[in-house]
């Protein structure tokens, strides 16, 4: 816990201290004397607000390092054209792991290099903490039963990252290159672990079950989540989610047909609702811990 009592007056980095606080709550829940543990379920049992906060962590986060790694791939685009550097024989001759030069990025200026690699570091960062939170949901214990808000935006959360990550278009916008070793994108990774939280929502009795569905097969979706879903499902074998499927979409084709005839509007990115402190979130890259 040294470093993690804060103040106004010395400031914080807020995403590296909420990483270590994952981290710190991970550690007592899996220790292997059952008081820390104890103490913690008594803590979350009945608190949906810190469910509701995590999933806002995840949301900001994915949102956030997307969007960096999007300007990546314009960056890298745009420097195609340029003139390949020459090799010095005296630069260290891998960058991450990745031999350089060789990299699109190799080709910019130092001014655009500057910016190019900070957003990359950013986005490490916020893959980082989006997955470490992603951890916390999934090993500490949520009642999803017991509020069907924060299940449904459980669901949400999982099913727009699902398409965000999967869908070819979005695929393509995030095509960096080596986005895992420099990035931090494991793309099936993260796919995997949101096909998980469904499962663990939809595993909670028929409500949660109920709620899984109707976010499957909300007609405001701007893509088939049920096809993609799916087809995430037979890849991470994830059959009891599968069986949900084949079994509460028979008159999905019907609800989304009247969607779209009455001018239904389409879904976005979900936003996070609030911070910790209760207010929006702004863009925080200068507070992103460095990876």
Partial sequence: ??????????????????????????????????????????????????????????????????????????????????AVPPIDPHRMPHVDGIHSPGLLADRLDARRRRYYDAQRRAAKSFLAMALSTLDLVAECPVDWAASEPVAARGATVALLALRDLNDPAAKDAIAVEHPAPRWG??????????????????????????????????????????????????AFGADALLRTLEGGGDDVGARRGSSTAAGGPQSSAVAPETTANGTPPTDSSSSSSSS
Avoid: Q
Wanted: net charge negative; proline share 5%; with cysteine.
């Fill in 1 to 82: 816990v040294v470093g993690l009592d804060v103040d106004v007056e010395t400031g914080f980095d807020k995403f590296a201290v909420r990483h270590r606080v994952n981290d710190l709550l991970l550690r007592l829940w899996r220790h292997p004397l059952g008081e820390p543990r104890e103490a913690l379920a008594t803590f979350l049992a009945g608190r949906p607000a810190f469910t509701t906060a995590c999933l806002d962590t995840v949301v900001y986060c994915v949102n956030d390092a997307l969007d960096r790694m999007r300007d990546g791939k314009a960056i890298e685009d745009a420097a195609r054209p340029l």
């Fill in 185 to 234: 994108l494991d793309g099936d990774d993260l796919s995997r672990r949101c096909v998980a939280l469904l499962a663990d929502i939809d595993a909670r009795g028929p409500t949660s079950r109920r709620v899984v569905r109707d976010a499957i097969d909300d007609p405001a979706n701007d893509f088939d989540a049920r096809d993609l879903l799916a087809t995430r499902c037979a």
